[in-house]
């Protein structure tokens, strides 16, 4: 009878113990968001990959809760490096995906980050909350002297299959990893707050495949959005006021020989405007693309110039160009639909982040 009694009161224990975990909503205040996002009745809705969740705590455990299928996802544990995860499973029936971050850490302050490294926008991915370990307690997100930086991009920026095995492969969601994009490593390496506004195959006037006179959403029209096809919820500025914006856009306007360049120059040079609207001080850093060559490239770098000299002309001394080196014949430069692969997106990341370093917040090198 005793030990019957004995199980029952561990069996109880164990039920309570579970029960008793700190769960962190997801509009919990705590909870450091990076991205743009809506505030629903149970969830945080959002779209574009880089979208970032962080929490410091006191405690030994933690578990994100995301909605499943749909999306691809990295964590980190205490700054670490960031490891993936899918939220693809047929075990949910509440349509919520738990993911175990971490277990069985020593007693102490620690920090969990997610973030989605695929683009959320035909999945809707969303953000449940955090839950804790019985007893742990939620502190203040270190986020001081921590530059701010925004990217404006497209496939490029997003990662688009850059762990896939080469340039013959298609696109897959499970190969792309924005972490491992040239925008995620820059924002590592500098260890920046960021906002990514970035999808595959949007341009400033024309969308990749689209017909030479221009697209009905292209980048221009959907940035005023929190989320880029919701057109009912517009972003507020306000949020976010980053100190750089690296503007990565141009690809998909140029690729195919099938554009007025007249168009996309005017675009430009508009869509640059509207950034200054919204970011008076902020430093911007217009980058060329990877992926042209010959003439579309040139029509590229011309644009960008000829739009620097613009802004210079109307007193704007806060914008600056970066040139990426074209990817080359190396099959290790590639990964799906002739992207960059990871190990090239490493290489330019170092390179921005240098000219970020040196030129833009003159930082010095020992």
Known sequence: MKKYFLILTLMFSSVMNLSAQVAVKHDNPSVFVEGRVINKDNCLSYCYPGTKFSLTFSGTSAAVKVKSNAGYYVYSVDG?????????????SDGVFKFQIA???????HTVSIMLVSEGLFCYPEFYG???????????YDTKKRIKIEFIGNSITCGYGNEASGRDDSFSDSTSNFAKSFAGITIKNLNAISMVVARS?????????????????????????????DTTTKWEFSKFKPDIVVLGLGTNDLSENNYELEK???GYIAFLKTIRKHYPSAKIILVNSPMLHYQQSQDLMNTISNSKTAMQILQDTKIFRFDFQ????????????????????????????????TEIIKKKKK
């Not at 277990?103 to 302050?109: A, R, T, W």
């Not at 080359?328 to 799906?336: C, K, V």
């Not at 992207?339 to 290489?347: I, L, M």
Request: charged content about 25%; proline content about 5%.
């Open 264 to 266: 996309f120059a005017v």
């Open 130 to 140: 955090f839950e804790l370990n019985q007893g742990a307690k939620l502190l203040k």
């Open 80 to 92: 670490k490096d960031f490891k993936k995860f899918s939220t693809y499973t047929s075990e949910t």
């Open 103 to 109: 277990d069985n850490l020593p007693q102490g302050v």
């Open 326 to 357: 074209e990817l080359s014949e190396d099959p290790a430069d590639y990964g799906a639909d002739w992207h960059p692969s990871a190990k090239k997106a490493s290489e330019m990341a170092r390179y921005l982040t240098y000219f970020i370093e």
């Open 201 to 229: 195959g949007i341009g400033i006037y024309k969308n990749y495949g689209d017909k030479k006179s221009g697209s009905e959403y292209p980048m221009p029209r959907v940035y005023e959005n929190t989320l880029i096809n």
